[in-house]
């Protein structure tokens, strides 16, 4: 949620700038712009919009030193005014995060005479730091994020001196070492191929970097040595190797994310059932499909460990009353480790007692750091801002989990999968349902039990990358309301996997036909086929795998349904509109 980059050295600022802001495009896309410092003067550049539209304003600057942002808008509309950079006094800044008390700030900088340009909460830091700068920029950022109360990543740079400096709270920030100076950044990616290792800053930290050195101080201004980690992010995994989107090769990759997952778990299976030897409850947390794939881990606790289990969004989780006892365990989901909800409220809990276990696809994150336990998902980078190989790797490792703390041998048919999804790829073609679906007026997606968690997921991510309106639903729930919705414009996309409920989402669907609506069906089990196939819209027959395993092929299915919808309707499906990858803020 902004992506920031920042390089001095003997390159060209201006090139690391642009390619790093294109690595970080994820994380938002309203609009983008650096400050370079070039023969002692600030030049900045901004743009609504994507970050290509920088590139023909940076033709021609050469400088030794820059920062860069791409922007996802919080205060202030998308627009070339309220891109960042915002300068003040010679001094330019970037700034990810969100300062909650900005508004008492501006107003007594205006008090005093001061002109603002934009309506963003970032510009104050500019202000700020020109009314603190006495020739010590590094000192003034200290100084000004003494005054600042929220999230904060921020880089600045100023006319008088050949450094950057840093500060960080509660926003990622990391600084690595290349052939030719020092880098920094949101988050590892816009580093792959500059720096082997990065050193990630805490909470609290103040950075200062030149060109051949980079200095770290904790909120003391004592200098600190903060541990350095390989950066995970390579750069041949980080092109579309041919794909015409991010979400279409990401969907390919789901196979492999699974079959990393599964081998990678090998190394904390001994500390995770530990964790969760003797618990008496669990509750899993995350956001949007970190969320979904948590619906799943407690039908896996609770079936396999027969552990009470609950789950809620980490939004909601962390502003209610929450009663931890004894013998708890928290699982909180995150593709990033960086949803701010999903952070603080592993953070909240912890201090509540319960032992939290963090499932992650970024071993270097906030959450990490939080847990007392990590699971990695093995996915690699996703870059499509819609997560898809990532839901995969978090339901493969929750299943894993489970199986670890029942102390069941092997992999539970797991290690099998991988094939069975490619497969299922390969041979499922969701055009002809997608284009149903792009024309439909809503789209329903139903399912029990399992089912249903996988229903939800389905929905969410047609609505994020198609725009098309729509719900997921509990079959069982539709004619207590929602099947007032259905008529004939309307397409209702049916799960079915599960055996043992199955004919109570076959009378779901007699209810949807009954009613004119349109069907789908995604199904392993022949008895639904023999009832519905020859009146759905769409019929898509899963191999036969063990229920619990289902959701890895029939979220598969969906998600090759949501892409080929985007698609139909001309939507770019990496980065649909007001959203951003690594919600960072509240
Ligand atoms: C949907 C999607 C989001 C994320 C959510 C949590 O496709 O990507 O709903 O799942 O923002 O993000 P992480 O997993 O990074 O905490």
Redesign the pocket.
Known sequence: MCGIIGYIGGGNAAEVVYRGLKRLEYRGYDSAGGAFVCDGRLVIAKKEGKVEKLSPLLEGVRANIGIGHTRWATHGVPSDVNAHPHSAGGIAIVHNGIIENYAELKNKLLDEGVIFRSDTDSEVIAHLLARAYKGDLTGALAETVGLLKGSYAIMAICEREHIISLACNKSPLIIGRGDDGYYCASDEPALAGYCPDVAVLQDGDIAELRADEASVFNGEMQLVIRETVPNLAVCSELGLDGYPHYMSKEIGEIPAAVAQTVKVFGSVKQKIAETLGGAKRIILT???????AALLGKIYFENMLGVPSEVET?GELRYKKNVVGESVVAFA???????AD?VEVARLLKSLGAKVVAV???LHSQ?TRVADAVVPVAAGPEIC????K??SG?VAALYLCALAAAGTEGDGGLGALPETIERTLERTDTRSLAQVCAHSRGVYFLGRGIDYAVAVEGS??LK??SYVPGEGYPSGELKHGTLALIDGQTTSVFVICDEALAEKSVVAAEQVLARGGKVAVITCIDSVREKLENRTEYFCRLEKVDKFLSPLLSSAVLFGLAYDAAVALGRDPDKPRN?A???TVE
């Open positions: 995350g956001c949007g499909t970190a969320y979904h980490a989901i995150s593709q990033s480790g960086e949803t999903t992650t696809n970024s959450l801002v819609a997560a898809t990532s839901y978090q969410l991510k994020e990358v959203l990858k690594s919600v």
